[in-house]
């Protein structure tokens, strides 16, 4: 034990000589994380303790340390992107109710106009990050793309500086779903990304080495066009082409490897794909080791499928599960 603490402390005394500083970035669709109040402006009937799934304070306490459980076994992410969290309270909970707490957490959400009330947000470290602008990338489609009323989540954006040096620039996002197949829901998908690139494009326009980070759940594959063809996504360039995004889980997807498990199937829905001054490794900022995270607790066995995310729900049927998602993360390295 203490042969391995003087181990530990060498390695933090070469980062600290070195001059690098390493940071995790995290993005987890958490599957539902309701409160217990009704809200009128939405659809959350069934997340009540009277409602459908009945969602009672026992199983909202379980949901929250069950996410703070994944997140903790994570290692403490300094960012984490979540994505199917209600509002600001389930966040407040979540970072001061639970084991996060010791983190020093604050969360960032803006609430949009889906349906069920279910948005995206921001998990960022206090002592590491100081946001200075945050704003949303308003959703409304258009009649050519969805004829009946339809709402979906915004994406927000957050800009701020990382201990006061690097600039950085986050997107999170949760696109509509593949309900009702993959060919029919895809233009939703394809008209968000648009959405996303234009925002991107102004970015760009005013620095073309902005250290952007867009993350979430894509409810698309890396080689969709969505994600390919609208987004401007690689898998790969060296030395990195200035303009085009990098998704940085392109390499595992290749190798049958998920985030969510569809009948047995691994999909990448969720991604973190960054701007090329970011891609370069050339560069004193890059990012570095791109993980999905998955442990055996995290895991139901189906007799049909084999193992998937031990979900929290199927339907009406309360499973007590973490979620039907996997997080990923990457490390954010700055040299300095």
């Not at 040096?165 to 993959?182: D, I, T």
């Not at 889980?249 to 701007?275: E, T």
Request: aromatic share 12%; charged share 25%; proline share 5%.
């Amino acid at each position: 034990m203490y042969r391995l603490s003087i181990v530990f402390i060498f390695c933090l005394f070469q980062l600290a000589l070195n001059g690098q500083q390493v940071y995790k970035i995290a993005t987890y669709n958490v599957e539902n994380l309701f409160d217990l109040q009704n809200d009128p402006n939405h659809n959350d009937d069934d997340f009540l303790p009277t409602g459908r799934q009945q969602w009672t304070q026992e199983r909202y306490d379980k949901k929250l340390a069950q996410i703070a459980k994944v997140i903790d076994s994570m290692g403490l992410p300094d960012f984490i992107g979540l994505q199917e969290v209600e509002n600001k309270k389930v966040l407040d909970d979540l970072c001061e109710k639970t084991s996060l707490k010791k983190a020093g957490y604050a969360p960032i959400i803006i609430e949009s106009n889906d349906y069920r009330g279910i948005d995206v947000a921001l998990l960022y470290k206090t002592a590491v990050f100081k946001p200075t602008n945050t704003d949303t990338i308003q959703i409304s489609f258009p009649e050519r793309i969805v004829k009946q009323p339809y709402t979906t989540r915004n994406i927000l954006y957050v800009e701020g500086l990382i201990n006061n040096s690097e600039k950085l620039h986050f997107f999170v996002n949760h696109w509509p779903s593949r309900s009702g197949g993959l060919e029919k829901s895809e233009p939703k998908r394809l008209y968000v990304a648009a959405q996303l690139r234009k925002r991107m494009n102004d970015l760009l326009n005013q620095d073309p080495n902005a250290n952007m980070i867009i993350m979430g759940d894509f409810n698309d594959e890396p080689d969709n066009n969505s994600i390919r063809t609208i987004l401007g996504v690689l898998e790969n360039a060296n030395p990195p082409i200035p303009g085009f995004l990098y998704d940085c889980f392109g390499a595992l997807n290749q190798q049958n490897k998920g985030s969510y498990n569809y009948r047995g199937n691994w999909n990448m829905l969720d991604h973190i794909i960054v701007s090329a001054a970011l891609y370069d490794r050339e560069d004193g900022v890059y990012i570095q080791n791109p993980t999905i995270f998955r442990k055996d607790w995290m895991m139901y066995q189906d007799r049909k499928f084999g193992a998937k995310p031990n979900r929290t729900y199927g339907g009406p049927n309360y499973y007590g599960g973490f979620s039907d998602h996997l997080p990923v993360y990457l490390e954010l390295v700055i040299n300095k």
